[in-house]
Every structure is written in C-alpha cells, then in structure tokens.
Nanobody, 123 residues
C-alpha cells in the first residue's frame, strides 16, 4: 500500500521558516508529479505548489510565490517544502500528494495523499 508521510510542521513566529518533508513508501517519487496543498480551519483545501516528476515544471500559488520552494531528493524518495517568511495566514494543515501526471491548481485530482502536518504561524 502506498504511503506518503509528512513531517516537519510545528509552531513558528511570523517571519520564521520551516521545512516540511514528505517521504513515500511503495511509490517512486521520481516517476510521479508531486503537489503540496493546505487546509486552514473552516476553509477549503488550497493548492500550494506542484512539481513534475523531473522537477522541470513547477508552479506556485501566488500566495506563496517567492517564499516557498519545493525540492526533491529522489535517492531518499522524499520531497521537501521549504517555507520562508512565514505569515499567520500560512497556518494550516499541509498535505503532500502524488500523481502520475502533472497538475497544478485547486481543481487537480491526485491519486495519493499524506495524512498532513500542522503548521502554525504566530503573529
């Protein structure tokens, strides 16, 4: 059974940084597009960033562009989300997802999802 496990969330002050990790088992990230999404309490799930299997195509939501960076370590079968200059409005549960084909935006359907990791940014 495919598993995606996020880690690295926590509580940080505004302006701080966090790096989220997403480790996959029974799935080879180098063959999959990967996306990060987030969901704040009382809000719909929101697209954050998507990366093609090669990393050659990457698309960031306007709200995180210039502050967040997605990267991969295929040898470790892990994807990262580096989050800098965090704002209180970044507070949410962050999910990674994997899909055979690349897709960016809120309307995407991903095949595999992690359980999420909480990020809380205090003002």
């Amino acid at each position: 059974q495919v598993q995606l496990v996020e880690s690295g969330g926590g509580l940080v002050q505004a302006g701080g940084s966090l790096r989220l990790s997403c480790a996959a088992s029974r799935l080879t990230f180098s063959s999959y597009a990967v996306g990060w999404f987030r969901q704040a309490p009382g809000k719909e799930r929101e697209f954050v960033v998507a990366s093609s299997w090669s990393g050659g195509r990457t698309y960031y939501a306007d709200s995180v562009k210039g502050r967040f960076t997605i990267s991969r370590d295929n040898a470790k079968n892990t994807v990262y989300l580096q989050m800098n200059s965090l704002k209180p409005e970044d507070t949410a549960v962050y999910y990674c997802a994997a899909n055979p084909s690349y897709c960016s935006g809120n309307g995407c359907s991903y095949d595999y999802w992690g359980q999420g990791t909480q990020v809380t940014v205090s003002s």
